[in-house]
């Protein structure tokens, strides 16, 4: 499969954006999939998951209460809602797949086989 992932770009503290992860393929409901994110210098980090169903999601703790995860499976899409944005929030953002046949995810980036792109969010103070 394949993953595209935008929506990034340049917003105030306190602003929102929302990415979008468009995969490839027929069998995008089967995939468990993960957003992470990296900030310069810093190693990648978990964001949030949602089951293939999106029947359930897990934050960060660092996140929860801001963002949101969804999904629309008939257009192979899984979007990010990121609401009192920060500059803490600063990086590049990912998302991940996997292809699983129960509810499962998973905060590990290991767990995840195929990754899109990154698409950059800046949040300027």
């Known amino acids: 499969v394949q993953l595209q992932a935008s929506g990034g770009g340049l917003v105030q503290a306190g602003g929102s954006l929302r990415l979008s992860c468009a995969a490839s393929g027929r069998t995008f409901s089967t995939y468990a999939m993960g957003w992470f994110r990296q900030a310069p210098e810093k190693e990648r980090e978990f964001v949030g998951s949602?089951?293939?169903?999106?029947?359930?999601?897990d934050y960060a703790d660092s996140v929860k209460g801001r963002f949101t995860i969804s999904r629309d499976n008939a257009k192979n899409t899984v979007y990010l809602q990121m609401n009192s944005l920060g500059p803490e929030d600063t990086a590049v953002y990912y998302c991940?797949?996997?292809?699983?046949?129960?509810?499962?995810?998973?905060?590990?980036?290991?767990?995840?086989?195929?990754w899109g792109q990154g698409t950059q969010v800046t949040v300027s103070s």
């Open positions: 949602i089951t293939r169903n999106g029947d359930r999601v």
């Open positions: 991940a797949a996997r292809p699983v046949t129960t509810t499962i995810t998973s905060r590990q980036a290991s767990f995840y086989n195929y």
